[in-house]
């Protein structure tokens, strides 16, 4: 079992920025892909971003890609997501997410088709027009 704590969410006005960041312990998470989710009052929880076990490859949605960026330090066992040219429509919960098998792709979780195994607290993001 692995634990995520997200930490950076608060409040910024439209074109200002946050970073985020993620910290996992209970086992090795740098073996895993790991990912950013959001949830906005009234609305599902959808998919950010996502990067592979490595850093290599990473994915976005298309309505953050060109302001968003996500990263991992695997001697840290964390990830963080830059995120750039705020919109109000930001807005949301953040939450830090980790398949159960080292064997998920970043571009499997970006297509929506793995439930993942575990999740944070999340961090509120409010961007103020």
């Known amino acids: 079992q692995v634990q995520l704590v997200e930490s950076g969410g608060g409040l910024v006005q439209a074109g200002g920025s946050l970073r985020l960041s993620c910290a996992a312990s209970?086992?090795?998470?740098?073996?895993?892909?790991m990912s950013w989710f959001r949830q906005a009052p009234g609305k599902e929880r959808e998919f950010v971003a996502a990067?592979?076990?490595?850093?290599?490859?990473?994915y976005y949605a298309d309505s953050v890609k060109g302001r968003f960026t996500i990263s991992r330090d695997n001697a840290k066992n964390t990830a963080h997501l830059q995120m750039n040219s705020l919109k109000p429509e930001d807005t949301a919960v953040y939450y830090c997410a980790s398949p159960g098998s080292s064997a998920t792709t970043a571009q499997a979780i970006s297509m929506g088709v793995i439930r993942m195994a575990n999740w944070g607290q999340g961090t509120q993001v409010t961007v103020s027009s």
């Open positions: 209970g086992r090795t998470a740098s073996s895993y892909a």
């Open positions: 990067i592979n076990w490595n850093g290599m490859h990473t």
